[in-house]
Each structure stands twice: as structure tokens, then as C-alpha cells.
């Protein structure tokens, strides 16, 4: 695995500037692949990663370990936590990886600057104080993998087509998610 100080420029330069949020994504990334032992993720077929918010760090994860959404191997679950889960597929082992709320209070033992104690901080505390580790079981189902889609049906109400399972039937009515409920757009006619 390349060093902090070189993937911590790699995240900043891919996400367009280094924040806080960018230093714990690479440090929890760097401490998920350890929990794991991977030493390589780039490229590593094994490798799935739920990111649990939607910020700087979930692009810091994606340049750590080389997980895109659009390989399926990065999934984003919108629950606003700086948490990660990392999954093995191949060996079932997963590790759920948290930024504990208390460590922003922490991170001024760390730092001079005690305004904004985060940047220094969180580059030099321990993993033990900066991180929490929860072993876990992910259970994902096969069309969740990476890979070509399973199976794909098309919605009966607006033609278009759904990849695997993400549809609902109702009423004996296969139809998307969209289409069953209020959707986040609304078209104009």
C-alpha cells in the first residue's frame, strides 16, 4: 500500500482540495484495507466498500482503494456517518470502520491550533483514539456483486428498464421504484 502522506495528495488533487474530511477518508481507508490485509486494493476483485455519507471522505475512499460506483464495488449508504465498511466477498469478512462523534473534542489534545484543531489532529492521532472497528456481516445478494447485471425487467408503466431487482411488482404489476413511488425529479410535460 502507498504511503499516507502520498495517497492523502492523491485524494486531495482527485476531490479538488484537502480538508478535514479528505484526511479521515484516507485514514479510515487506510485502516479498513489493514483490518482486511489487503495490501493492494487497486484492482482487487475481493474489495467492496459501503461509504456511509455522501462528502469529502467518500472521495478520499474512492482514490484509497480503487472501489467505484460505477465497478459496483463503492455503494453509497446515505445515513450521513463518517463510517465505512469494508467487505471481503471472497473470505465473508467484513470491517465497519466509525469516526466516533467524540474525537473532534480528542483532536485538540493533537494540535496547536485550537480553533481549528482537525487538519493537524487527525493526521497524527492513533487509530486506536481516531477509529472505532466493529466486525461485521454484510449480507448482500448476488445481483448487489460486481459484474453484469443479473437480470433485467422493464417497468410497465414508463418502458424503462430495470437492472437487478430493483423493481417492486404490485398487483401483480412489475414496475420501477420511480414509478411506485414519488421520485427525487419531477418532469416536466
Excluded at 47 to 66: K, P, S, W
Excluded at 72 to 92: C, P, Q, W
Excluded at 94 to 116: F, I, T
Excluded at 135 to 149: A, H, Q, R, S, T
Aim: glycine letters at 6%; charged letters at 30%; aromatic letters at 8%.
Amino acid at each position: 500500500m502507498k504511503e499516507f502522506n502520498e495517497l492523502l495528495k492523491e485524494a486531495a488533487e482527485y476531490h479538488g482540495h484537502l480538508c478535514a474530511g479528505q484526511i479521515l477518508g484516507v485514514r479510515i481507508g487506510m485502516a479498513g484495507l489493514k483490518w482486511l490485509q489487503i495490501d493492494e486494493p487497486v484492482g482487487n476483485k475481493s474489495l467492496i466498500i459501503y461509504v456511509e455519507t455522501d462528502r469529502c471522505a467518500a472521495d478520499a475512499l474512492q482514490t484509497v482503494t480503487g472501489c467505484k460506483l460505477g465497478k459496483r464495488s463503492l455503494k453509497h449508504m446515505d445515513y450521513g456517518k463518517m463510517a465505512a465498511t469494508f467487505v471481503n466477498i471472497y473470505e465473508n469478512k467484513a470491517v465497519r470502520v466509525v469516526v466516533p462523534g467524540h474525537v473532534r473534542e480528542l483532536a485538540k489534545n493533537y494540535s496547536s491550533n485550537k480553533e481549528n484543531p482537525y487538519m493537524e489532529a487527525y493526521k497524527v492521532m492513533p487509530d486506536e483514539e481516531l477509529l472505532l472497528f466493529e466486525e461485521v456481516i454484510v449480507d448482500f445478494k448476488p445481483e448487489d456483486l460486481p459484474g453484469k447485471p443479473l437480470r433485467r425487467i422493464t417497468c410497465e408503466k414508463c418502458g424503462e428498464e430495470v437492472n437487478d431487482g430493483r423493481e417492486v411488482v404490485v398487483d401483480s404489476s412489475t414496475i420501477c421504484k420511480a414509478c411506485y413511488s414519488t421520485p427525487y425529479y419531477k418532469v416536466i410535460h
